[in-house]
């Protein structure tokens, strides 16, 4: 069985610049999607834990198990879907990287939270008005940072969309209250899951929460000690971090964590 200091498990976005920092400090990293020998870096490489400290590698039919002082979960997220949202290039989810066509001047973001607000700096000059809307009402501090921006046309809250018309020229949104909201795209940042279903979690004590993410202390380190959360799989309270302060708090953590095994030595 193979020994590693560090694991990385999974393909997050914030996974590649975690390994390369890692292996800038330490001589044993392993990442998942790197697979093992000659026949690794399949991008295809499935895992599951089996203990605290043991991972369950399988690559080209056969299963290689890994040991590693410290295990990085970074397993990715896959979007909550509405029912009511058709298939069609008008509509998109918020967090995929925006292509918006030149000739739309006219957006909806459905969902107000984190990942609808940061939809704001992604849009292009091009796009004049943008609609929001949210089944939550919405505190005053949450509509004033909305109404900061200048292509914030309107707000619609406490109501949630029931169906979709999509055609060549825009969609509208259908609203429970009756009323419809036109637009020339729509994007849909009602959250993400956790793709932790298949991981074993609780081979190493740990429980996923009802979205599939991993609730962590400030230093990133789930319940179980020695195993971290990477990426969207962060859950409650520190899910809003960014990639890089992200690796920078479990960079820290682990130099403080093998100065101490390296002492008790």
């Known amino acids: 069985m193979q020994r590693y200091d560090i694991a990385i498990l999974g393909n997050d976005p914030a996974a590649r610049l975690f390994v390369e920092l890692a292996r800038s400090r330490y001589e044993h990293v392993f990442w998942s999607e790197d697979g093992l020998g000659a026949e690794g870096g399949q991008n295809s490489n499935r895992f599951h834990l089996l203990d605290e400290q043991t991972v369950a590698v399988e690559q080209a039919g ?93 707000i619609h809250d406490r109501t949630s969309v029931i169906a979709a018309e999509v055609s060549d020229e825009n969609v509208t949104l259908l609203l429970e209250d009756t009323r419809a909201v036109s637009a020339d795209m729509v994007f849909v940042c009602c959250g993400t899951r956790g793709a932790t279903a298949s991981l074993g979690l609780e081979k190493a004590g740990l429980r996923a929460d009802d979205a599939g993410k991993l609730w962590c202390n400030e230093d990133l380190q789930t319940w179980t000690s020695g195993i971290y959360a990477l990426g969207g799989v962060i859950g409650y309270p520190c899910e809003s971090l960014s990639a890089e302060e992200q690796a920078s708090r479990i960079l820290r953590s682990l130099a403080e964590q093998f100065e101490t095994l390296a002492l008790a030595n």
């Open 62 to 154: 056969t299963v290689h198990r890994i040991r590693a002082d410290v295990l990085v979960l970074a397993p990715g997220v896959s979007h909550r879907r509405p029912l009511w949202m058709p298939l069609h290039p008008r509509m998109r989810f918020g967090i995929e990287q925006p292509d918006i066509p030149a000739s739309v001047r006219r957006v909806a973001i459905v969902g107000c939270g984190q990942s609808g607000r940061a939809m704001l700096s992604r849009l292009p000059a091009f796009v004049k008005q943008v609609a929001w809307l949210d089944a939550r009402r919405l505190a005053d501090a949450e509509r004033h940072v909305l109404l900061q921006s200048a292509v914030c046309s309107e």
